[in-house]
């Protein structure tokens, strides 16, 4: 993960980390985070809400969300599968169940298993809702 994050995340991007982030105690998890590049976001996963969020903050991470969020206006970013259906005007990127796949084509799991244990670059997560979409309306 270290190794495949520092290849792709560049100094200025911004990352997003949808949760379940170290069991390891403070200082081990303080060296990992801190190392690593980028603007940090982490969206707290069911595993990480046993530590509160300025213990995240203190440990590297410049913003921490307890829940979901929206971003751009049109992807909720979350730890856990949120409830989405052709209806909504939202898409949602989530992890959480590891190597579990859906057939809703409005969600998509981007747990570290499903993706070589590397981060998964935006614009390709763009690229991937527009191709749906496209397919959708043909």
């Not at 379940?20 to 303080?30: G, L, R």
């Not at 595993?47 to 909720?76: L, M, T």
């Amino acid at each position: 993960i270290a190794n495949n994050w520092k290849a792709l995340v560049g100094k200025n991007d911004i990352i997003f980390n949808l949760g379940d982030v170290s069991f390891a105690n403070k200082e081990i998890t303080s060296k990992f985070i801190q190392d690593m590049p980028g603007q940090k976001h982490l969206i707290l996963g069911n595993h990480d809400r046993a530590r509160s969020v300025s213990w995240w903050r203190d440990v590297g991470f410049d913003f921490v969300y307890p829940y979901p969020i929206i971003y751009e206006g049109f992807y909720i970013l979350s730890h856990e599968s949120v409830y989405i259906n052709s209806s909504m005007p939202y898409v949602n990127i989530h992890g959480h169940s590891h190597r579990e796949k859906t057939d809703n084509p409005r969600k998509l799991n981007i747990s570290v298993e499903n993706f070589n244990y590397s981060p998964v670059i935006f614009e390709w997560v763009k690229e991937y809702f527009l191709k749906l979409g496209e397919k959708e309306n043909e």
